[in-house]
């Protein structure tokens, strides 16, 4: 009785583990459907029958919609280095700072369930007019010529911090005094010329760097010439370089209180820069005066914001 009993127990296990070893989990991705009826509205602040192009102030409000869209992402100006930015909501207002009238190419991604994803670009024309600050251009351009250096004699003279609108400082990581003689002395032996030319109200900026341009390489390095595709942080040679560069209103939206003149440098081409490579090419002054500019700039790693101090060359 004992053998029977062990045999149908033997048999039942063994029809057990052959039901177990049949079953297979089946999985699914769900719905693939890719957004659809993708609209990029632009408002373009001031637009009307006298004013196609807006009210000069370069704003414009941009609104993304689409069918079965999971979330948003903008790039300005197809021109550019693509960049970019994320919208929680789709929504977002961004000022133009090319001065008169341009036409950028924006491009907006959806995406959707199961990494789906779709691609949709608009073409706007877009006026923007600006007055600097007469102090800030005196400040920095003698209404002349004035040439300035990277102040290595203080704290602070290089920093980085978040790319953010409510961040105004390096609360990252400052540099300290000389902090990159050791290393990488070409960021304080170039000079940066920044010229007023009367007779036709513009202005260009002459870069001298003897000893190098202090930079990230490859595509960090923001397209300056002559930079090799790899390589470590540091002093790259470079042949020097002269481009024009315009007065403009400010673009990062940091808040009408923070301590920033609300104006910027934008540089023309990719030729040129002011004191580290690896950066974008609009520079907002936060502080000028005489003797002594702060400057904040995206870099081209785009979630960083980088501080220089700069003062005339002796």
Not at 160 to 179: I, K, L, Q, R, Y
Not at 243 to 271: E, H, N, R
């Amino acid at each position: 009785m004992k053998k029977n009993i062990n045999y149908i127990l033997g048999v039942f296990f063994v029809l057990l583990l052959t039901t177990t070893s049949c079953t297979q989990d089946t999985y699914s991705l769900g719905d693939l459907t890719a957004p659809s009826n993708i609209v990029i509205n632009a408002v373009i602040v001031g637009q009307d029958a006298n004013h196609p192009n807006g009210d000069g102030s370069g704003d414009v409000k941009f609104t993304i919609t689409a069918d079965n869209a999971l979330g948003y992402k903008i790039d300005y100006d197809a021109s550019d280095a693509v960049a970019f930015v994320f919208l929680p909501n789709g929504s977002i207002t961004k000022k133009y700072t090319k001065l008169g009238l341009n036409t950028y190419r924006v491009t907006a991604v959806v995406s959707g369930k199961g990494g789906s994803s779709s691609t949709i670009t608009k073409d706007i024309s877009v006026r923007s007019d600006f007055t600097p600050d007469p102090a800030v251009v005196t400040n920095i351009t003698n209404n002349t010529s004035k040439t300035w250096i990277v102040d290595k004699s203080v704290a602070g003279h290089f920093g980085v911090g978040p790319w953010s609108a409510t961040s105004v400082t390096p609360e990252w990581w400052a540099g300290g005094v000389n902090e990159k003689v050791n290393c990488c002395n070409c960021f304080y032996t170039a000079t940066f010329t920044f010229t007023k030319v009367v007779a036709s109200g513009t202005y260009s900026l002459t870069v001298a760097s003897p000893d190098g341009v202090f930079t990230k390489t490859g595509s960090l390095a923001g397209g300056l010439p002559g930079i090799p595709a790899s390589g470590a942080e540091g002093c790259y040679a470079y042949a020097g370089g002269t481009s024009a560069f315009s007065f403009v209103p400010s673009s990062s939206g940091i808040a009408a209180s923070a301590p920033s003149t609300k104006v910027a440098m934008q540089l023309s081409g990719v030729d040129t820069f002011i004191g580290y490579g690896a950066t974008l090419k609009e520079y907002e002054v936060m502080v000028s005066t005489p003797t002594y500019m702060y400057l904040r700039v995206q870099g081209t790693e785009t979630g960083n914001a980088w501080y220089l101090k700069l003062v005339p060359k002796p």
